[in-house]
Antibody, heavy 118, light 106 residues
Framework: QVQLVQSGSEVKKPGSSVTVSCKASGGTFGNYALSWVRQAPGQGLEWMGRVIPVLGTTNYAQDFQDRVTITADKSTNIAYLSLRSLRSDDTAVYYC???????????WGQGTLVTVSS | DIQMTQSPSTLSAFVGDRVTITCRASQSIHIWLAWYQQRPGRAPKLLVYDASILESGVPSRFSGSGSGTEFTLTISSLQPDDFATYYCQQYDTFYTFGQGTKVEIK
């Protein structure tokens, strides 16, 4: 069974950067796209971008293109989300998620709360 | 970008009610649509993918239908566990979520 385990909560200052990790176990890490989705307090789900480890390719949502980098290390089965120039409205729970045999997101990490506050 | 519009935003219902949530895409997404359930403080859970295929382990009272631009999620008999927020998602062109439908106890 696929499991995604994320790193712990973070508190950051405005203007700084944050990196969240997601370790995958079970299944074949490299063959499936791994996406990051965030959820601000009381709000809906927002796709940020994805990495396809076997191809080494990334795609980003337009709203995040200038500030986000998603990487994957096939040797450790860990994916990373880096977000720069943090603002207070980046305060959210960040989820890593992976598809199954369809393009939907069958597997989710437990979420990582990132709080941006001065 | 493909926009996804869910209705209603909030739904109040009794245990045992049949409920339907609608999701509309701004352009055809064929059958590339999923439904998720999210309880407070938890990660979303996949219920339905490819518009109508029930994810393994999901109770059969859940069903999905539709294609093109109009989709529905139906819960045939609402159970206490089903009070949650539901999201649709397209994966025809990258990914977009609907704004969510909160199902509340009446």
């Amino acid at each position: 069974q696929v499991q995604l385990v994320q790193s712990g909560s973070e508190v950051k200052k405005p203007g700084s950067s944050v990196t969240v990790s997601c370790k995958a176990s079970g299944g074949t890490f490299g063959n499936y796209a791994l996406s990051w989705v965030r959820q601000a307090p009381g709000q809906g789900l927002e796709w940020m971008g994805r990495v396809i480890p076997v191809l080494g390719t990334t795609n980003y949502a337009q709203d995040f293109q200038d500030r986000v980098t998603i990487t994957a290390d096939k040797s450790t089965n860990i994916a990373y989300l880096s977000l720069r120039s943090l603002r207070s409205d980046d305060t959210a729970v960040y989820y890593c998620t992976r598809g199954g045999d369809s393009g939907s997101f069958a597997f989710w990490g437990q979420g990582t709360l990132v709080t941006v506050s001065s | 970008d493909i926009q996804m519009t869910q209705s209603p935003s909030t739904l109040s219902a009794f245990v045992g009610d049949r409920v339907t949530i609608t999701c509309r895409a701004s352009q055809s997404i064929h059958i590339w649509l999923a439904w998720y359930q999210q309880r407070p403080g938890r990660a979303p859970k996949l219920l339905v993918y490819d518009a109508s295929i029930l994810e393994s382990g999901v109770p059969s009272r859940f069903s999905g239908s539709g294609s093109g631009t109009e989709f529905t999620l139906t819960i045939s008999s609402l159970q206490p566990d089903d009070f949650a927020t539901y999201y649709c998602q397209q994966y025809d062109t990258f990914y977009t979520f609907g704004q969510g439908t909160k199902v509340e106890i009446k």
